[in-house]
Structures are given as structure tokens and as C-alpha cells.
């Protein structure tokens, strides 16, 4: 397989960039992004996820990054890692999953795989990816042409689990394209596979993993709200609680992100197309979606306590925007809820994360960071865990 496979992956974001690179150590591999500067930077070795180490594109496996869907028409197998983020009505958004297919059954041939990263709903690779590359190759599905999905299961910022020590869940079309997509894997991930039954048990378990992380941080969230009112401490009742075994060790705190803010949505709309309108996911996201508004107000609520009311033009420090500790991902952060919160109540308020692209806040949130914590505050806010925060 090493010799004959060819490897196109489509999307060197967040999940692209490292998983092409953990391929390049076996295979010939192209990363294909449709975001020109982004290529362009991959090909002076810079990473602005910080995911990829400058010397580790140096001295690992060479590599080829393009914009030009030619470059990847020689591939045999190709990679899908293009966001699935959601709409205004919070559904599903497939435009960049249908674009990257319908690219990729421009130049998909007899023989060839495509397997699927991206979230995704049960159901949705065969019910919507797949007939747009039947659509755009004009070749038959599982005859000529064949799919696999393999969720992605890595943690940015997390430098102590690469992709290839967490277990992947594989999936095929058929059940001898599931042995070919499993070994695939393998043989680039060193903790091994799992292959799942069939693709859509594959796409739930990756949704599910996500939605359940969420409604378990809803139940501290909801318990944070209660026992702010009771005037009793949540950290101190966890600290007592978690001296049980079987206490879920979880932690209140925003939830932002390109995945478990979003993905549980996918889960409630293919459950809502099925008949079953979900209790638990859909609370559990209400419950999350209100924490940056409650976190401002109780620090505009502390502030009134100690000036008097007159906290207008007061001085807050924000420290952290990324979505979540040690990551420069900025997509859906619940900090701008703290921020938006506190400037209409008429603080001066600003904000510091060294990890985080400013260019991209100032396009993103017409925001403009500050470039050191220094300065006098009347109060500050650690928002993220950043460990640069604690040392
Ligand atoms: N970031 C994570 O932690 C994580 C973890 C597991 C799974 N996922 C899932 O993986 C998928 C990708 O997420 P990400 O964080 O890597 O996103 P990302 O935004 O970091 O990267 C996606 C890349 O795809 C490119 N792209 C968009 N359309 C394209 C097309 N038609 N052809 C080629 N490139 C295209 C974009 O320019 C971008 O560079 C999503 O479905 C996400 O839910 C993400």
C-alpha cells in the first residue's frame, strides 16, 4: 500500500496539517487548501494554529502544500478535513463539505478512495457527500469509486497526545473498504484503530463524544448558576464531591470552539429530521450558550459592590480569547460574551492573549488586543488557562 497510495488531503487547518504530515512519514502526500496565504505560509514553514513545530516541517518528511486542485489529480486516496461549523438557525452548514466533494469528484478516477474527517451527523457522508462525488465524477459508487469516514479525534493545544497516540475510529462503504481504510490508519497511528460497523456508526460516536463532553460541563454550569445564588462556593463543593470514585471530575467554564459548542447541534438536527427532538443535548447547550453573559454580569456585579455603583470607565483586564487553554483558536470563543457584557455596562476594558493571531481578532471582532498584561486594573480576568498565565 505504501508504494502505490498517493494521499491528497483537502483542508490543512487545525486537522489537515498535522494528519498530513503524520502521512508523509509513510506516503506520498499533497496537502490541497482553497486558502492561498495559508498555503503560502505552510510552504515557508509557518503554522498560525502553532500546531506544527517550525523545526519539525524542517526535519521530518518532505511534503508538498497547494491551492491548485490539479496538483492532487494524480492522488488515489483522498482526505476530507474542511469545517463543518453551522448556520445562523444553528444548523448544519455543509457548504465546505459539498465544495471539497464536488472538487474532489472532479478528479476522482476508477479505483480511487475519498474518506471523510470532517464532524459530521449519522448518515450525512452517504446521504449528502456522496452523491455530490457521484454527481460531479459521473463514476458508480462502491463499483468505481469507494468512501470511508474516519473521525478526528485530536486535541489542539494538547502537546502530550499527538494524532498518533489516540486511538482511530475507522469506517468504510463496504466491508472490504473498512479493512483498507482501518489499515490505512494503522499504520500511521501508533495507539491503533477501531473499525466501526459501518460509517454511521463511526460519525456518532465522534458526535457523541462531543455532545457528551458538553452536557457533562452544562451539569457544572447549571450547578455553578445554582450555587451562586445558595452563596455556596462550586469549587469547594467539587473539591468535597470529586472524594467519591465515581464523580465525573468535570469543571464549569465557557464552551466555545469549532467542536463542542457545535457539534451536538448536528447530533439534535439529524435526531429532529428523524422524529426525536433531543431534551438533554439542546438544555445542555442552552445552559453553556449563557455563560459568558453570566460571568460578565457577576463581574460588573462585584465591581458595583466595591465602587459604590460608579463603575463606569473602570478598568478590567481580560487575560485569554482563545476558545480554550494553550490553543490559538479563536473560532466561536465564549470570551466575547464576557467582553461585549462588561463594555455596555461602560467599563474600559481590554484584552491579553499572547497565543492568539491579532490580525485575525481585528478581522474576526474588529478588536484590537493588548500586546502586554501590564497596567493598573480594577479588576482582572483570567477567562483562559493559558499555563503561559501561571508561571
Ligand atoms: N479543531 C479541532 O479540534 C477538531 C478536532 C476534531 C475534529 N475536528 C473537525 O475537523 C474538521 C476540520 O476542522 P479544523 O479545525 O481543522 O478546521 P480549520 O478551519 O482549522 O481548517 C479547515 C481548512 O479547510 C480549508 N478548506 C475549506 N474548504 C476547502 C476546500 N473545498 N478544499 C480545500 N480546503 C478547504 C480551509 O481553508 C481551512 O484551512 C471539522 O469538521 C471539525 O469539526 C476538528
Same mark, same amino acid.
Given at each position: 500500500m505504501e508504494k502505490e497510495t498517493k494521499i491528497g488531503i483537502l483542508g490543512l487547518g487545525y486537522v489537515g496539517l498535522p494528519l498530513s504530515l503524520a502521512?508523509?512519514?509513510? /506516503?506520498?502526500?499533497?496537502? /490541497?487548501?482553497?486558502?492561498? $496565504?495559508?498555503?503560502?505560509? *505552510?510552504?515557508?514553514?509557518?503554522?498560525?494554529?502553532?500546531?506544527?513545530?517550525?523545526? /519539525?516541517?524542517? =526535519?521530518? /518528511?518532505?511534503?508538498?502544500? =497547494?491551492?491548485?486542485?490539479?496538483?492532487?489529480?494524480?492522488?488515489?486516496?483522498?482526505?476530507?478535513?474542511?469545517?463543518?461549523? *453551522?448556520?445562523?438557525?444553528?444548523?448544519?452548514? &455543509?457548504?465546505?463539505?459539498?465544495? #471539497?466533494?464536488?472538487?474532489?469528484?472532479s478528479v476522482l478516477k476508477k479505483g480511487d478512495l475519498v474518506i471523510y474527517e470532517s464532524t459530521v451527523y449519522p448518515g450525512c457522508t452517504e446521504e449528502e457527500c456522496v452523491p455530490v462525488l457521484i454527481a460531479s465524477s459521473g463514476l458508480v459508487f462502491n463499483i468505481d469509486f469507494f468512501v470511508g469516514y474516519s473521525p478526528e479525534r485530536i486535541n489542539p493545544g494538547d502537546k502530550e497526545r499527538p494524532l498518533q497516540t489516540i486511538v482511530k475510529v475507522t469506517s468504510g462503504s463496504t466491508p472490504e473498504i473498512a479493512i483498507v481504510v482501518d489499515e490505512l490508519y494503522k499504520s500511521i497511528i501508533t495507539a491503533g484503530t477501531y473499525m466501526a460497523k459501518s460509517m454511521k456508526v463511526a460519525e456518532a460516536s465522534k458526535a457523541i463524544e462531543n455532545a457528551q463532553r458538553d452536557v457533562n460541563i452544562s451539569f457544572m454550569n447549571e450547578l455553578a448558576l445554582m450555587?451562586?445564588?445558595?452563596?455556596?462556593?462550586?469549587?469547594?463543593?467539587?473539591?468535597?464531591?470529586?472524594?467519591?470514585?465515581?464523580? &465525573?471530575?468535570?469543571?464549569?467554564?465557557?464552551?466555545?470552539?469549532?467542536?463542542?459548542?457545535?457539534d451536538p447541534y448536528y447530533l439534535a438536527y439529524k435526531a429532529i429530521q428523524v422524529g426525536y427532538t433531543p431534551k438533554v443535548i439542546l438544555s445542555g447547550r442552552e445552559v453553556n450558550d449563557q455563560m459568558g453573559v453570566w460571568m460578565g454580569e457577576k463581574i460588573i456585579a462585584h465591581l458595583a459592590k466595591q465602587f459604590n455603583g460608579a463603575i463606569r470607565g473602570k478598568r478590567v483586564l481580560i487575560l485569554g480569547f482563545a476558545f480554550k487553554e494553550n490553543c490559538a483558536d479563536i473560532r466561536n470563543t465564549k470570551v466575547i460574551d464576557v467582553y461585549n457584557i462588561l463594555k455596555a455596562a461602560g467599563l474600559n476594558v481590554?484584552?491579553?492573549?499572547? &497565543?492568539?493571531?491579532?490580525?485575525?481578532?481585528?478581522?474576526?471582532?474588529?478588536?484590537?488586543?493588548?500586546?502586554?498584561?501590564?497596567?493598573?486594573?480594577? $479588576?482582572?480576568?483570567? #477567562?483562559?488557562?493559558?499555563?503561559?498565565?501561571?508561571s
Open positions: 502521512f508523509a512519514s509513510k /506516503y506520498n502526500v499533497i496537502g /490541497y487548501d482553497i486558502n492561498s $496565504y495559508r498555503v503560502e505560509q *505552510l510552504k515557508k514553514f509557518i503554522d498560525s494554529t502553532n500546531e506544527i513545530e517550525f523545526s /519539525y516541517f524542517e =526535519t521530518k /518528511y518532505p511534503l508538498c502544500f =497547494t491551492n491548485n486542485l490539479k496538483d492532487i489529480q494524480k492522488c488515489n486516496v483522498f482526505i476530507i478535513t474542511v469545517p463543518t461549523p *453551522l448556520s445562523q438557525n444553528k444548523e448544519p452548514d &455543509l457548504s465546505f463539505l459539498k465544495k #471539497a466533494s464536488s472538487d474532489v469528484g450555587f451562586d445564588k445558595m452563596e455556596i462556593d462550586i469549587n469547594e463543593v467539587l473539591e468535597a464531591a470529586k472524594t467519591k470514585w465515581n464523580f &465525573l471530575p468535570f469543571k464549569p467554564g465557557l464552551v466555545g470552539g469549532h467542536c463542542i459548542g457545535v481590554q484584552i491579553f492573549d499572547p &497565543l492568539v493571531d491579532p490580525i485575525l481578532v481585528k478581522k474576526t471582532f474588529n478588536l484590537e488586543l493588548k500586546k502586554s498584561k501590564e497596567g493598573d486594573f480594577d $479588576y482582572i480576568f483570567k #477567562a483562559v488557562n493559558h499555563t503561559i498565565f501561571n
